[in-house]
């Protein structure tokens, strides 16, 4: 979440917000979470696990469509909303 | 009950007075006194109480710098919606110059109470610490960008 965080900080296009997945469940179950950290990128894409920063970047980008992606990796994944 | 130890606010405010710079801003929307009524979904709010508590702990711990603002959104929703919160409880970080982007949804503890205090840290600084390669990937971004992180307190 201080990568997501640090994003914010860094551009005034990206909002990060931390949700305590036990205390929305709702939400979890919306997302599809299954593991944390898990990553929603506009409500739409998203991503699981604890990534470098390069990647973790790049992650983000390739979501939010400003990227292609690079087709490999076990992170992608339709959010489910 | 007090949910902090004296021990952690003797810490914290050891901690901010190395490591806080400028002003920070932090909004709290909650819905208070509903942590004990049983009410229907989404109206209740179980952590709001202890939420509070730590939002108070932050700004108590650096009063010089830190300062917070309760809003309920019982009685304003309209601020609530017009702020993009909508769930409680949820603590906004932001500047003096700038609005706030970095929100916690939820009682911030465990895992989530470092990363609290780190953007409490980092935007008091404004520094962000991120690579010139992840800017230059940033600085592509034409269309704003919301990043959900799901975490739990352990």
New interface residues.
């Given amino acids: 979440?201080?990568l997501?965080?640090?994003?914010?900080?860094?551009?005034?296009?990206?909002?990060?917000?931390?949700?305590?997945?036990?205390?929305?469940p709702?939400?979890?179950t919306q997302?599809r979470?299954r593991g944390?950290?898990?990553?929603?990128?506009?409500?739409s894409a998203s991503f699981v696990g604890a990534l470098p920063?390069?990647q973790f970047?790049?992650a983000?980008?390739e979501r939010?469509g400003?990227?292609e992606e690079d087709g490999g990796g076990d992170t992608g994944g339709d959010a489910g909303a | 009950m007090s949910l902090i130890p004296d021990t952690v606010r003797r810490e914290l405010e050891a901690r901010f007075r190395d490591r806080l710079a400028g002003p920070v801003h932090l909004s709290l929307y909650t819905r208070p006194g509903s942590a004990r009524l049983i009410l229907p979904?989404g109206l209740g709010c179980?952590?709001c109480d202890e939420t509070r508590q730590m939002a108070e702990l932050i700004q108590q711990s650096a009063p010089e710098n830190v300062t917070l603002e309760v809003v309920d959104v019982s009685r304003d929703p309209a601020r609530a919606e017009a702020d993009?919160v909508d769930?409680v409880p949820t603590i906004r970080i932001g500047s003096a110059s700038?609005?706030a982007?970095?929100?916690?949804?939820?009682?911030?503890v465990g895992t989530?109470f470092p990363?609290?205090i780190?953007?409490v840290e980092?935007?008091s600084r404004?520094?962000?610490?991120?690579?010139q390669?992840?800017?230059a990937?940033?600085?592509?971004?034409?269309?704003?960008?919301?990043?959900?992180?799901?975490?739990?307190?352990t």
């Avoid at chain 1, 944390?36 to 409500?43: A, C, E, F, K, L």
């Fill in positions: 979440m201080s997501a965080n640090r994003m914010a900080l860094a551009s005034p296009r990206v909002r990060a917000v931390c949700v305590e997945a036990n205390e929305f709702q939400l979890s997302f979470v944390v950290p898990h990553m929603v990128v506009n409500r920063e390069g970047v790049s983000v980008l939010a400003v990227i | 979904a179980a952590t993009g769930e700038d609005a982007r970095i929100a916690f949804q939820g009682l911030p989530e990363a609290l780190d953007a980092r935007t404004g520094e962000h610490g991120l690579s390669e992840s800017l990937g940033l600085a592509r971004l034409k269309e704003p960008a919301e990043v959900l992180v799901f975490a739990t307190p």
